[in-house]
């Protein structure tokens, strides 16, 4: 019904930047909040930034001043501008977003399938 695809991950040395690109696809009336999350190895899953409509931010404290979220209405798409890169932020990051499906206007929480950040000399 519904499907995100993210793009934009890689390979960064430590202190530069990336940015992550995420677009909604499929039966959608409208998308209420978009986000990232990330998940390193052996670690668990965590929020990394989210946006909602009415494009109000927040901020894992590990990235606030680094990172920066942001979406396009009108393309079904959400950014995310990373920073000051750490080693520390090597992960998977996912997109997600909680969608109003057309026809039905129920609620569906999307994801995508991760794309690899790597921080590293």
């Known amino acids: 019904q519904v499907q995100l695809v993210e793009s934009g991950g890689g390979l960064v040395q430590p202190g530069g930047s990336l940015r992550l690109s995420c677009v909604a696809s499929?039966?959608?009336?409208?998308?209420?909040?978009m986000g990232w999350h990330r998940q390193a190895p052996g670690k668990q899953r965590e929020l990394v930034a989210h946006?909602?409509?009415?494009?109000?931010?927040n901020y894992a404290d590990s990235v606030k001043g680094r990172f920066t979220i942001s979406r396009d209405n009108a393309k079904n798409m959400v950014y995310l501008q990373m920073n000051s890169l750490k080693p520390e932020d090597t992960a998977v990051y996912y997109c997600y977003a909680l969608t109003v499906v057309r026809d039905t206007f129920r609620y569906l929480e999307v994801w995508g399938q991760g794309t690899l950040v790597t921080v590293s000399s």
């Open positions: 946006i909602d409509s009415g494009r109000t931010t």
């Open positions: 499929g039966s959608i009336f409208s998308i209420t909040a």
